[in-house]
């Protein structure tokens, strides 16, 4: 142990531990100098060491990727072909015929076709198609649309009225407009019992 003294004021050093002690008593200042206080608090302070601090390891976050989008086939955008499209592409293929250079027209009124004497009638078709898809003809492959000259079609095929007994309803056979099928009858069949009556918008 080793004691330091100063004026009255006396520090003990002691296992590394400091204690100040400060008796009560004035402290003699020199003339030039202003007392701060009469007395000096006596204060004990321990000593310790000071800590260590550990870094904190902060874990890094998982980022979860974004999945990346399908891209969707064009396919699935195009629109449906329309029936006159269809119908060109299996005239194309030389699946049925176009209309014949000499054909029935609304001036002539009549044609001798390839299969026989042809007219034309233009009435609505609803009870005529309602037939028809109950003998199977599926709207699906068998839509029924009007041409772009006027005749009315049951899928590629142009719509024609004939004697049943001869040609039955589903037959399939050519007249000057095209390919046809036979879907209709009519009293001219009495007359001309192989002609056609071929349905137009005329």
Not at 39 to 67: D, F, G, H, L, Q
Request: aromatic share 6%; proline share 10%; glycine share 6%.
């Amino acid at each position: 142990m080793r004691i330091k003294k100063q004026g009255i004021i006396s520090v003990m050093l002691l296992a590394g531990i400091t204690t100040l002690v400060i008796v009560s008593a004035p402290i003699t200042l020199a003339s030039d100098e202003k007392p701060l206080n009469n007395y000096v608090s006596a204060e004990t302070k321990m000593c310790s060491p000071t800590p260590t601090i550990k870094p904190t390891n902060t874990p890094t976050p998982t980022v979860t990727p974004t999945p990346t989008p399908t891209p969707v086939p064009d396919s699935l955008f195009e629109e449906e072909p329309t029936p006159q499209a269809i119908y060109e592409e299996a005239v194309a293929q030389g699946k049925v015929n176009p209309p014949r250079k000499k054909h029935i027209t609304r001036t002539s009124g009549v044609c001798n076709g390839p299969s026989g004497r042809e007219t034309y009638y233009n009435l609505k078709m609803d009870l005529v198609v309602k037939y028809m898809r109950r003998l199977g003809y599926k709207e699906k492959d068998y839509p029924y649309w009007v041409r772009d000259d006027g005749a009315k079609m049951l899928g590629n095929y142009v719509m024609v009225a004939a004697n049943l007994k001869i040609r039955p309803k589903g037959t399939i056979l050519e007249c000057s407009l095209g390919t046809a099928i036979v879907c209709d009858t009519g009293g001219f069949v009495k007359k001309y019992p192989k002609g056609l009556d071929i349905a137009v918008n005329w």
